[in-house]
């Protein structure tokens, strides 16, 4: 299995108050921290340097050798037990977030291997002339991973509409990619309801945050 050059996170707090917005910049912090032991190169946006604990969502661009087991072992719900420090006499004392991969930046860019394509001929119709209805041209181009499909026939060079099929499924795939995020980012208010009931990868305890 070809492993990844890079990775990303999305580190959210749903519809969470501000405590789960502080538990947010917490985990960064413990996530740096583990990533750096690792050897491993951790970028955040917004920066963790001088972010507010107003953030309620952090993308994270992991990148090295092993990024894939270190995001599976944060992949998930982030519990914090801790008496809340923006309201003192409130009763509640568990705070969640959650850690959710986002879509390879290579196929949201559209970005197609040519090991993922299959192409066909197909006779072109239309008007154009004798000459034109008797060569297959016409290219229809099919990404095997997503099943997606394009035909290109405006072209009489069959390499030109090749080329041009290529484009119509980069602009299909980079358009589905940034749906699916959206979707993800959209989802957000629906999100902290089921970070609450899953059951935690992680739990950290009090103002300093530590692991148990």
Do not use: Y
């Not at 996530?31 to 507010?52: F, H, N, T």
């Amino acid at each position: 299995m070809t492993k990844n050059a890079s990775l990303r996170l999305l580190v959210t707090s749903g519809d969470g108050p501000a405590e789960c917005r502080l538990a947010i910049r917490h985990t960064l912090g413990a996530m740096e921290k583990a990533a750096k032991k690792l050897g491993l190169s951790m970028v955040c946006d917004p920066e963790i340097s001088g972010m507010s604990s107003d953030a309620a969502s952090v993308e994270v661009t992991l990148s090295g050798s092993g990024i894939e087991a270190f995001a599976k072992s944060w992949h998930g719900t982030i519990k914090w037990t801790c008496q809340s420090p923006f309201r003192p006499n409130h009763k509640r004392q568990n705070w969640f977030i959650g850690v959710f991969e986002l879509p390879p930046l290579s196929e949201e860019r559209g970005e197609l291997k040519p090991d993922e394509l299959r192409f066909e001929t197909l006779r072109v119709g239309g008007p154009g002339g004798q000459h034109q209805n008797k060569t297959e041209s016409a290219v229809r181009a099919t990404h095997v991973p997503t099943g997606l499909t394009v035909v290109a026939r405006d072209e009489r060079s069959q390499h030109r509409n090749k080329q041009l099929a290529v484009q119509r499924l980069q602009e299909k795939l980079a358009g589905l990619s940034v749906t699916e995020e959206d979707r993800l980012r959209r989802s957000q208010r629906q999100l902290h309801h089921e970070l609450e009931r899953g059951n935690p990868v992680r739990c950290f305890k009090g103002a300093r945050f530590k692991e148990i």
